[in-house]
C-alpha cells in the first residue's frame, strides 16, 4: 500500500483553506511554532479582519438605508422593514462587541450614511436631496432599540 504523503502546508492552503486551518490549529495547539505557515496565516488574518470590516460597513448601509426610508415614507413602511431593522441592528450589536469593529464602525458611519442615501434614493423613487446630505446620526442612535412605530 502506498504511503500518503501530507501536503505541504502552502499547497493544502491553495487546494483545501480548511484542512489547512485544521492543520494551523493542530501546530498551535502542539506548540510547533516552526512549522506554522507564516506567510499564509499572516494573509488569512489579514483577510479575515478586512472581510469583518466589510461586513460592519454593509450591515449598517442596510440598517441605515431602511431608517432614512422609514422617515421619509411613513406611509410605505412594513413588517418587512421593521424585521430588517431589527435583524441588522441585533447582527451589528453582535460585531460591535469587539472593540476594533466598533471603532471600525463610528469611523465608517459617514461613508455607510452616504451610500444608504444613493441606496434609500434608489429604492424610493425620491430625489438624493431629500435624505440628510450628511449623517445625522450618531453610532449609538443608529442602534437604538427604539420601539418602531
Not at 90 to 118: F, M, N, P, Y
Not at 128 to 147: D, T
Request: with cysteine; charged share 30%.
Amino acid at each position: 500500500m502506498p504511503e500518503q504523503t501530507t501536503p505541504s502546508l502552502p499547497l493544502l492552503y491553495e487546494e483545501d483553506e480548511t484542512a489547512w486551518l485544521e492543520q494551523m490549529a493542530n501546530l498551535v495547539a502542539q506548540k510547533r511554532f516552526g512549522e506554522i505557515d507564516y506567510a499564509n496565516l499572516s494573509e488569512y488574518l489579514c483577510d479575515m479582519a478586512r472581510r469583518d470590516k466589510r461586513e460592519v460597513l454593509s450591515r449598517l448601509v442596510v440598517l441605515v438605508t431602511h431608517l432614512l426610508k422609514w422617515q421619509q415614507q411613513p406611509e410605505q413602511r412594513s413588517n418587512s422593514w421593521r424585521g430588517t431593522i431589527i435583524s441588522q441592528r441585533g447582527e451589528l450589536r453582535d460585531l460591535l462587541a469587539s472593540g476594533t469593529l466598533r471603532r471600525h464602525a463610528a469611523e465608517a458611519l459617514g461613508q455607510a450614511c452616504k451610500r444608504a442615501v444613493e441606496q434609500a434614493a434608489a429604492e424610493t423613487g425620491l430625489a438624493e436631496e431629500v435624505f440628510p446630505s450628511e449623517c445625522s446620526m450618531s453610532l449609538e442612535e443608529v442602534l437604538a432599540q427604539e420601539k418602531l412605530s
